[in-house]
């Protein structure tokens, strides 16, 4: 007698999600999803650059732990005229649906309150749209800081009719749980992903953070992989404060060493480094221009000189003119690699990938 035949597990359903990533960082973030979700992943083209629509048919929970998406959005379609009919039975009853879906991703209490960002959010339609929402689901509108995000807009990746996108988490994936202190001018913890990404990161890697600040790109280099040793430096003791505070948050605070460091002076043996990265001062809310015309030639010079043949540097920075200056003043040291232009709150600062020179 032959055994019984094994069914195979139902498919999951297919769903249509679209993830918010920084201008720039596009193929990075397509790279990740790719490289993590494989075939339950199928990306979507789109024009602009700071959305990725894509299939999923894998756990919507697991779409919160990408590290290079500012944030996910599930996304559903209303094949209607204008936002007014969501207040129809059928159609309301298919959003709060999709909230809830959103909801039971989460411990209970994790959202408690919503906002609702629309073209004409203040009209008698989403001012009913809203008080419906917050009837059914008991939240609070907070249309500052609610947990739950609800965007409402034209269909963009149907034919005609209206989408809503809720926001799979709480916060933004770029608020990253471990951040508990915060300084001005922190780097973003999704392009600071990035960063880490081009380093190419391999375990027998010495690495140290050139003015770590609150340790954004060292905490992000401890989660991606193991590493030999890893390090920072800053001359900001309340920024080394805030540093390790997130370092213990990140439940990496024996995993890495700060020390109270000039980087154009660093106590190190020469190349004894073999990956560096930094997010240099831009010259707005920290440093000035006048500085860093002698900071980055003494920042980049002292970096050639702990790094180890081969080793790898991913620098950030908005002066792009005086990086580019200094760059031809070192190439004998540093060779440019990689240059990716990125596009964040109105600026438009440039990641360099450098590579040591024999």
């Known amino acids: 007698m032959s055994p019984p035949r094994r069914r195979n597990a139902p498919a ?162 770029s608020a990253r749980n471990w951040r508990v202190r915060n300084l001005p001018g922190a780097l973003n913890a999704t392009i600071a992903a990035t960063m880490i990404e081009m380093t190419h990161p391999q375990p027998e890697d010495r690495f140290f953070n050139l003015m770590c600040g609150s340790g954004t790109l060292l905490v992000e280099r401890l989660l991606r992989a193991p590493v030999l040793a890893a390090a920072g430096c800053d001359t900001d003791p309340h920024a080394l404060h805030c540093a390790a505070d997130n370092l213990r948050a990140a439940g990496a605070a024996d995993l890495a060493q700060l020390f109270p460091m000039d980087a154009t002076r660093l106590d190190l043996p020469d190349a004894s480094i073999d990956v560096l990265c930094a997010d240099l001062p831009w010259g707005q809310l920290l440093g000035s221009h006048e500085t860093n015309l002698t900071l980055y030639p003494q920042v980049l010079a002292e970096a050639a000189r702990v790094a180890a043949p081969g080793a790898r540097a991913v620098l950030i920075t908005h002066e792009i003119r005086l990086m580019e200056r200094v760059l031809r003043e070192c190439a004998d040291r540093w060779t440019l690699q990689q240059e990716v232009k990125v596009f964040q709150g109105g600026l438009h600062p440039r990641i360099y990938l450098l590579g040591r020179r024999n």
């Open 12 to 173: 999951r359903p297919q769903q249509l999600c679209e993830a918010e990533v920084v201008a720039g960082l596009k193929n990075q973030a397509a790279s990740e999803l790719r490289t993590r979700f494989g075939s339950d992943a199928r990306l979507l083209r789109k024009a602009r650059l700071d959305e990725l629509p894509f299939h999923y048919r894998g756990e919507l929970a697991a779409l919160g732990t990408v590290g290079k998406s500012n944030a996910i959005n599930l996304v559903q379609h209303f094949d209607i005229p204008r936002p007014a009919a969501l207040l129809g039975h059928q159609h309301q009853t298919r959003l709060l649906r999709q909230i809830d879906s959103v909801r039971g991703l989460h411990d209970s209490g994790s959202f408690q309150s919503f906002r609702i960002s629309a073209a004409g959010r203040d009209s008698t339609v989403m001012q009913r749209l809203r008080d419906a929402i917050a009837s059914q689901t008991r939240l609070v509108y907070d249309e500052r800081e609610g947990d739950l995000l609800l965007r409402i807009r034209k269909a963009d990746l149907h034919n005609g009719g209206w989408e809503a996108l809720t926001r799979l988490t709480p916060r933004p994936l």
